[in-house]
């Protein structure tokens, strides 16, 4: 746990050096910022809204936004990947309410280099299980999901992403968790 | 961290796996960055439509130029006709050899329409301002300086009114002082004591013997010490009725064929 508070604090520190530059309009600070962090609010967006080119979207528009707001950038603070979680689950949310999905394309699969075509095969049946019961959680709970599992966020971080208690966090991330087991897991193996 | 999850859950989870970014993002990212300018929020795009209207088509702006010079050519004609431009001008105008013989046919007087100079209308010279004279003060308004006037409700004016009443001393002030309120105050008394006896509607509890029901402080004492008596009276007559109804209704005094 030390470790890793010392690490985080590292790429504090170093987020700082960069937005300083970033803020200076230094490009090639930016494209390292993006090479470090634009991942995650892909991943966010890919897992909350289930589409490859709103995912990509949402990422660029994120750190955009960054680009944009970097003059006020305050040092010290919980970071840049922290900045880009919480504006990310925002933009997918906002996209979630208003339902404006722009791109009907389908889900793309992922590239596997597994041998196996059953495996193959078997792996998409799941993911795309996934997908579908992550697409019936209302979005709170599919942000709370997104969050704590796979971004690895505590409560307390994510409660502070979605603005919320701590107590209605939990809450409301054991509804999702609930949810998602009676759809996953109860309903596959009957 | 996050609670312990249900590993089967987990195990369902972990198949949702994420695609990378592709390898040209951060290039477009940082392109993209660099060609918005300084503090836009709009992505770059194109150039918004001018605001400003087309001008108007070529034979549009003749033909309006052409229609506005045949209005104010009419205008002048008639004016001319009419004699507003003076009196050679109009000559010239029905002189005309078409336009002419068309305004004689329009306007066939018009060229006696100024032929006698109007005579200079002068107002006769306004009378000075009569002076104001003061008026006499009327009794009323010179008496009432000992009633000064309040700002009152109704009600509260009618509570006041019953105050001076009540008090003799008051009352023949306030009557000096008021006496056309006063005359009008016993007039409206009157008529509704008049009103209220022609109607007869309006009966005393005590039955028609006791007469139209009116307010005792508008009759006179005599009257008033009468209607008492005949108050008492009849008050009396019933009370001995009401006791001899309840002998009536005695066990004792029921017929047998009443009696259980």
Redesign the interface.
Known sequence: MATRQIQSAQYASDDDALMHRVAA?D?EA??EL??LH??RP??IA??MLGD?AE??DV??EA??RL??DAGTWRPGGPGVAAWLTRVATNLCLDRLRRGRRMSGEEV?E??DDAPLADAVIE?GQ??S???AA?DCLPERQRAA?VL???E????AQ?ALVLEMNIKAF?SL?LRA?RA??DM??EN?HG | ???A??P???R??D????????AD??????S???A?P??S?I?PGAPLPGLRRQPPRRWLRGGLTGLGVIAVGMISISAAAMGFLGEPIRHAVSSAPVIGAVVERVIPKARHLHKKPLEAHVAPPMPSKPEVQALAQPAEEAQSAQWPRQRLTPLERRARLREIMADPAKRSAWIEAHPIRAQRLLRRAELRRQRIEADGIVQSRLGPEMGPRVPLRILPPAERRARLERFRELRRQRLDMCMQRQQNFEPGSLPPEAQP
């Open positions: 309009r490009g930016f494209r993006a090479s634009a991942a892909h991943r890919w897992r490859a995912a990509e990422a660029q750190m955009l680009w944009r793309p992922r590239a792996q799941d993911r299980a996934v997908i992550l999901v704590t599992y796979y690895e966020l505590s409560n994510a939990e991330l968790r998602l087991k996953l897991v596959s | 961290m996050a609670d999850i249900d089967a859950l987990a369902k989870l198949a949702f796996t994420v695609p990378a970014l592709p993002f951060a290039d477009r990212l940082v993209a960055a660099l918005a300084a503090g929020d992505p």
